[in-house]
């Protein structure tokens, strides 16, 4: 057996060393006594359920199929309309994620959850308004007393980084070039997705339901050979022809949709998910400078780029355009508080940009707030 596929089977003796590792090298930052990222209780909405449960006055409901997923959504308040199926083995549970079978991701202004199919456990991570991305998995076992474990160490691996996240607990939106395993090729440039990103580079090992006109995307591309074949050929996505797979409206040709809770993984989803994760990391980055005392110039200049952000400085404009096909688009402009002439900052645009007004909703969340 080759090392690539042994990999998922050292996954769980890797991740307990690795995790050693770095409880023993915590990053100062986190440890500041202005944040205190492992000793702080955060006060987010799944330590808000872990008391709910614990008090005797919500209880979760256990799926045959799902698990606690939809439980965990209703009780969150996390719509199904969210979904977004990623192939790539981009995450905890790479053993179980393959283009056969995605990883589900499912969110709201302040909750990201993941689920796999088969997987023993689920994935959930929230914004604190103090401490930023916290993370926690709920065990996939029918018990009568639920428990959100949180996780300081194994999940800060990846996001906690200072290329992806600027050194701070953050959120992740990945487009890589995936083959037929779902592994990414290393020589394929790899993108943490955002407002700026131009539509050709995002969704790379992400499947995609909608109809984008003209523009392209990598979303629902598979390499036709391995990672380990086409290891040493540079730029292999390049020539990758992707008008096939630009417009996809039903998965069902693509693997087994039915597992899921929605056939979709909707293109108006993944581009809001894409700018709200670059937002909250840009928040927490700002709090955390502000919190530790850090420098004026570095404050200000936190600042500066979450001002930006919010204001969709530099954002790739659409050129044709945008429509999903599930029904987050409706539900998500529901949400929003309206002025007296009816306007909301959640209002989507989606011929020209993404919001039809420049000034970003998570300007309303508790993180901002803070």
Same mark, same amino acid.
């Given at each position: 057996? !080759?090392?690539?596929?042994?990999?998922?089977?050292?996954?769980?003796?890797?991740?307990?060393?690795?995790?050693?590792?770095?409880?023993?090298?915590?990053?100062?930052?986190?440890?500041?006594?202005?944040?205190?990222?492992?000793?702080?209780?955060?006060?987010?909405?799944?330590? !808000?359920?872990?008391?709910?449960?614990?008090?005797?006055?919500?209880?979760?409901?256990?799926?045959?199929?799902?698990?606690?997923?939809?439980?965990?959504?209703?009780?969150?308040?996390?719509?199904?309309?969210?979904?977004?199926?990623?192939?790539?083995?981009?995450?905890?549970?790479?053993?179980?994620?393959?283009?056969?079978?995605?990883?589900?991701?499912?969110?709201?202004?302040?909750?990201?959850?993941?689920?796999?199919?088969?997987?023993?456990?689920?994935?959930?991570?929230?914004?604190?308004?103090?401490?930023?991305?916290?993370?926690?998995?709920?065990?996939?076992?029918?018990?009568?007393?639920?428990?959100?474990? %949180?996780?300081?160490?194994?999940?800060?691996?990846?996001?906690?980084?200072?290329?992806?996240?600027?050194?701070?607990?953050?959120?992740?939106?990945?487009?890589?070039?995936?083959?037929?395993?779902?592994?990414?090729?290393?020589?394929?440039?790899?993108?943490?997705?955002?407002?700026?990103?131009?539509?050709?580079?995002?969704?790379?090992?992400?499947?995609?339901?909608?109809?984008?006109?003209?523009?392209?995307?990598?979303?629902?591309?598979?390499?036709?050979?391995?990672?380990?074949?086409?290891?040493?050929?540079?730029?292999?996505?390049?020539?990758?022809?992707? !008008?096939?797979?630009?417009?996809?409206?039903?998965?069902?040709?693509?693997?087994?949709?039915?597992?899921?809770?929605?056939?979709?993984?909707?293109?108006?989803?993944?581009?809001?998910?894409?700018?709200?994760?670059?937002?909250?990391?840009?928040?927490?980055?700002?709090?955390?400078?502000?919190?530790?005392?850090?420098?004026?110039?570095?404050?200000?200049?936190?600042?500066?780029?979450?001002?930006?952000?919010?204001?969709?400085?530099?954002?790739?404009?659409?050129?044709?355009?945008?429509?999903?096909?599930?029904?987050?688009?409706?539900?998500?402009?529901?949400?929003?508080?309206?002025?007296?002439?009816?306007?909301?900052?959640?209002?989507?645009?989606?011929?020209?940009?993404?919001? %039809?007004?420049?000034?970003?909703?998570?300007?309303?969340?508790?993180?901002?707030?803070?």
């Amino acid at each position: 057996m !080759s090392l690539r596929f042994r990999v998922p089977l050292l996954l769980p003796i890797l991740v307990t060393a690795l995790g050693a590792l770095a409880a023993a090298q915590v990053p100062s930052l986190l440890e500041h006594a202005g944040i205190a990222y492992s000793s702080s209780a955060p006060a987010d909405a799944v330590a !808000s359920l872990q008391h709910d449960l614990d008090a005797g006055t919500v209880t979760l409901d256990f799926d045959p199929a799902h698990g606690y997923l939809p439980a965990v959504l209703r009780a969150l308040k996390v719509p199904v309309a969210s979904q977004g199926l990623v192939f790539s083995k981009t995450s905890l549970q790479l053993d179980r994620i393959a283009p056969w079978t995605p990883r589900a991701i499912y969110f709201n202004d302040d909750v990201y959850v993941g689920w796999v199919q088969g997987g023993p456990i689920m994935e959930i991570a929230t914004a604190d308004p103090k401490l930023g991305a916290v993370f926690y998995t709920l065990d996939q076992h029918a018990t009568d007393h639920p428990k959100f474990e %949180r996780q300081t160490q194994t999940c800060l691996l990846c996001h906690n980084s200072p290329q992806v996240t600027s050194s701070v607990p953050g959120f992740i939106m990945r487009s890589v070039y995936a083959d037929r395993y779902g592994y990414a090729i290393p020589t394929a440039r790899e993108v943490v997705t955002t407002d700026q990103t131009p539509l050709e580079r995002r969704w790379g090992g992400w499947y995609v339901t909608g109809t984008v006109g003209s523009q392209r995307h990598l979303g629902n591309v598979i390499a036709p050979v391995t990672a380990h074949e086409i290891s040493n050929v540079p730029n292999y996505e390049a020539g990758v022809d992707r !008008s096939a797979k630009a417009n996809v409206t039903d998965l069902s040709g693509l693997f087994n949709t039915k597992p899921y809770l929605s056939p979709h993984s909707d293109a108006v989803s993944l581009m809001v998910l894409a700018h709200q994760t670059h937002i909250h990391n840009l928040i927490t980055v700002a709090g955390y400078a502000a919190r530790t005392g850090s420098p004026d110039q570095q404050v200000e200049a936190a600042v500066d780029r979450l001002v930006k952000g919010m204001l969709f400085a530099k954002e790739t404009a659409l050129t044709a355009p945008v429509k999903g096909t599930s029904d987050f688009a409706a539900e998500f402009v529901e949400h929003g508080p309206r002025d007296h002439q009816g306007r909301s900052l959640r209002d989507l645009d989606l011929e020209h940009r993404l919001f %039809r007004y420049p000034l970003s909703y998570m300007i309303y969340t508790e993180s901002f707030d803070a």
